[in-house]
């Protein structure tokens, strides 16, 4: 399984972005989006949204209702749309998924996905 962030870019406060997942390879159950942060502590990525094959949706508490994450099962491809960005949305954006849905279902952890993409950089000013 291949996976290839795009999208990222430098936004004001307030403002929207969309952001791309293309995955190849075998079929996947759990698809999400990660970010780590500048200044987070510890340094390691937290779940942002997420999307499994039983159709169930996450969304961490401090993006609900401002991102929206969906997919193109056609496209094998992964969105997470970005509306009303705060500087706090700053972040190294990645892509992950993995193919075995007991594994990765509902799961916010990090060895839950097998496959990562090389992140996507989101910068927002104030």
């Known amino acids: 399984v291949q996976v290839a962030e795009s999208g990222g870019g430098s936004v004001q406060a307030g403002g929207s972005l969309r952001l791309s997942c293309a995955a190849t390879?075998?079929?996947?159950?759990?698809m999400a989006w990660f970010r780590q942060g500048p200044d987070k502590q510890p340094p390691e990525p937290e779940g942002?949204?997420?999307?499994?094959?039983?159709?169930?949706?996450r969304y961490a508490d401090s993006v609900r209702g401002r991102f929206t994450i969906s997919q193109d099962n056609a496209k094998r491809t992964l969105y997470l749309q970005m509306t009303n960005l705060k500087p706090e949305d700053t972040a190294m954006y990645y892509c992950?998924?993995?193919?075995?849905?007991?594994?990765?279902?509902?799961?916010?952890?990090?060895?839950?996905?097998?496959?990562w993409g090389q992140g996507t950089q989101v910068t927002v000013s104030s």
């Open positions: 992950a998924t993995d193919n075995s849905l007991p594994r990765c279902g509902g799961r916010w952890d990090l060895d839950a996905y097998n496959y």
């Open positions: 390879g075998s079929t996947l159950s759990c």
């Open positions: 942002v949204a997420a999307i499994d094959s039983d159709g169930s949706l």
